[in-house]
C-alpha cells in the first residue's frame, strides 16, 4: 500500500486564525482520498480522484484564503479491510479529516462506521448502496454524486416503460449489487414488471458465460446488470459474443460510466439507457474542467465520480472556512446540511438530514457510431430527472437521523 502526500499551500501558510488553531492539532487540513487505485474501478475513480480533489483546493484558493491544505491517497484494493485499516491510521496518527471517494459500498460501509466513530468526516462519491442515506445513515456523512435508489428509478422505470417487463438480474455479489438489485426490483414490480430470475457473480469476474447462460435461458426480455467498471465491460463483451441481443434480448447496463462506454466502444455500447449525473459535454464549465482534467490524466474521460468528489470537497472548504475549525465532524456535516450547495460542475444543491446530496439527473441513451460528432460524444441527453425526483423521498429510507 502506497500513500501519497500532495501539500497544496506553502509551508509559511498560517491556516486559520490563532482561535482555530487551538481547534486543530496541527493547522493542517487533510483530505484522503481512499479508492481503487489499481483494479477494475480505477478508471471510474481512482487517480482522477486525487486530480479532483487537489483541483479544488486549488480553485477554491485555499492558499489564498489562509488555510494549509494536504491530500493523502491509498487503494483500498476494494476490501473493507484494508480499507477500514488504512482509514484508521488515517485518523489515528496522521491527522486526516475527511475521507472522499471511496468506490465499493462495502468498504463505505464500513469507513461510514470508523468515520462516526472518530467523529472525522466521510463525503462518498463512488459507492452507490442507498443504505448510506437509510439505515446506515450517519451525522458525519454525506452521499455526495448517486446512488442505487436513483439509478434504478431513472434507468429501470424508463426502460420498464419502454416494454422492457421481464428481467434477469446479473448481480455484483456484495453490497453495492445487492442494493441496485433491490432498489431496481422494487422498481420493475411498481411498473408492472416481473423478475423471472437472479444470478450473482464475485466481484472481478473474469468468465460470465456460465452466468449469461443462466439469463439467456430464463427468456426474460432484460437482463439488468446489477454491476460496474470491469465486471460491466465484461458481462456486455461477453453478452456480444453469446450473440444475446441478436437474440431478443436486451442488456440494461444500471451503472454504466462514460469510462465503460469508451472501452467498450460504441458498436457494442450503443442503445444502452444510462441514468447519470453529470457528462462532461453539458455545459462550458465541464468541458473546460475536462480538457484541464485530460491534460493531467493521460486523455482519460472524467467520470462523475471524479466530479462529484471535486463538488463535495468545494463545500466542505466552504464549511470549514466558515467555522473555523476541522475536528469536530459532526458539526461540519451540520454546516453542510444547512448551506446551500453551489460549484460550476453541479451548479446549485442541497444536502438533506439524512446526508442526501440532491441535483439533478439525468436519463442517457449511448449514441449510434455514426451519431458521434467528435471524442468522446457518446450520449443523448433523453430526460431531465429533477432532484426532489431523483432520489429517495426522505421519509422512505428509515434513516435515524429524519426521525
Known amino acids: 500500500m502506497s500513500i501519497r502526500k500532495i501539500t497544496l ?33 480505477a478508471d471510474i475513480a481512482g487517480p482522477g480522484s486525487v486530480w479532483a480533489a487537489r483541483k479544488a483546493v486549488e480553485d477554491f484558493g485555499a492558499a489564498q484564503k489562509g488555510l494549509k491544505v494536504e491530500i493523502v491517497s491509498a487503494d483500498h484494493q476494494n476490501k473493507p479491510d484494508i480499507g477500514s485499516n488504512i482509514v484508521r491510521q488515517w485518523f489515528d496518527t496522521q491527522g486526516v479529516d475527511v475521507v472522499v471517494d471511496v468506490p465499493t459500498s462495502s468498504v463505505a460501509l464500513a469507513v461510514n462506521t470508523i468515520t462516526r466513530e472518530k467523529n472525522k468526516v466521510f463525503l462518498v462519491s463512488g459507492a452507490a448502496s442507498s443504505d448510506l442515506t437509510g439505515s446506515a445513515c450517519s451525522p458525519n456523512t454525506i452521499h455526495w454524486t448517486y446512488d442505487t435508489w436513483a439509478l434504478a428509478n431513472g434507468t429501470g422505470s424508463a426502460i420498464v416503460k419502454r416494454g422492457g417487463d421481464t428481467w434477469f438480474f446479473l448481480t455484483a455479489d456484495y453490497a453495492f449489487g445487492h442494493a441496485l438489485e433491490r432498489d431496481t426490483e422494487a422498481v420493475v414490480q411498481k411498473s408492472g414488471g416481473k423478475v423471472l430470475g437472479k444470478v450473482r457473480a ?79 459535454d453539458m455545459t462550458d464549465e465541464n468541458r473546460k474542467w475536462t480538457a484541464e482534467f485530460q491534460k493531467a490524466n493521460a486523455n482519460r474521460w472524467p467520470t ?13 472548504l466552504k464549511a470549514v472556512s466558515a467555522l473555523k475549525q476541522d475536528t469536530d465532524g459532526t458539526k461540519i456535516v451540520e454546516w453542510m446540511k444547512a448551506n446551500p450547495t453551489e460549484d460550476p460542475l453541479f451548479g446549485k444543491g442541497q444536502v438533506r438530514k439524512d446526508g442526501r446530496k440532491l441535483h439533478p439527473m439525468y436519463l442517457v441513451e449511448v449514441k449510434k457510431p455514426a451519431e458521434s460528432k467528435k471524442p468522446g460524444d457518446y450520449y443523448h441527453v433523453r430526460a431531465t430527472i429533477p432532484a426532489e425526483q431523483a432520489f429517495r423521498p426522505i421519509g422512505e429510507g428509515n434513516c435515524p437521523l429524519v426521525k
Not at 462523475?304 to 466542505?316: D, E, P
Open 9 to 41: 499551500a506553502a509551508a509559511m501558510t498560517v491556516a486559520f486564525s490563532a482561535t482555530a488553531q487551538a481547534q486543530h492539532s496541527d493547522g493542517v487540513i487533510r483530505i484522503g482520498v481512499l479508492s481503487d487505485m489499481s483494479s477494475l474501478y
Open 304 to 316: 462523475m465520480v471524479h466530479a462529484g468528489v471535486y463538488s463535495a470537497v468545494t463545500h466542505y
Open 202 to 280: 464475485p466481484l472481478n469476474t473474469p468468465d460470465f458465460s456460465s452466468f449469461l447462460l443462466q439469463a439467456q435461458g430464463s427468456k426474460a426480455k432484460i437482463i439488468g446488470l446489477a454491476n460496474a467498471g470491469g465486471d460491466t465491460i465484461n458481462s456486455i463483451k461477453q453478452a456480444g459474443e453469446f450473440g444475446i441481443v441478436q437474440a431478443g434480448q436486451n442488456l440494461a447496463g444500471l451503472l454504466v460510466f462514460i469510462s465503460d462506454v469508451h472501452a467498450l466502444g460504441l458498436r457494442s455500447a450503443q442503445g444502452l439507457m444510462v441514468t447519470t449525473a453529470w457528462y462532461w
